[in-house]
């Protein structure tokens, strides 16, 4: 079975920058499709960051598109979110998820992802 472990969170100011990572065991990262969720206290889960399996394609939510970037590493099987210019708005639990949906497209539901990072916290304060 994958398992999924962030780390990288933390706090960080308005305007700084975080780097998120997903270390992925029991598998290889290229037999999935991978995306960055974040839920903040009372909200939904959303869906920031998205590639398919083959890294090719990714999306990005309107509200982090140009500042967030999804990545991979293969040679170390993580998956990493970069986070520039953070907005207190980003303040949330961030959360890295795998797809073996045969569906390539992105965005994928939220219900495609099953195979789940624990999340961290990143938060947002001066």
């Known amino acids: 079975q994958v398992q999924l472990v962030e780390s990288g969170g933390g706090s960080v100011q308005p305007g700084g920058s975080l780097r998120l990572s997903c270390a992925v065991s029991g598998s290889f990262v290229d037999d999935y499709a991978f995306g960055w969720f974040r839920q903040a206290p009372g909200k939904e889960r959303e869906g920031v960051a998205y590639f398919d399996r083959s890294g090719d394609h990714t999306y990005y939510e309107e509200s982090v598109k140009g500042r967030f970037t999804i990545s991979k590493n293969n040679a170390k099987n993580t998956v990493h979110l970069q986070i520039n210019n953070v907005k207190p708005e980003d303040a949330a639990f961030y959360y890295c998820?795998?797809?073996?949906?045969?569906?390539?497209?992105?965005?994928?539901?939220?219900?495609?992802?099953?195979?789940w990072g624990q999340g961290i916290q990143v938060t947002v304060s001066s």
């Open positions: 998820a795998a797809s073996l949906s045969g569906d390539w497209s992105v965005p994928k539901p939220l219900e495609d992802y099953t195979e």
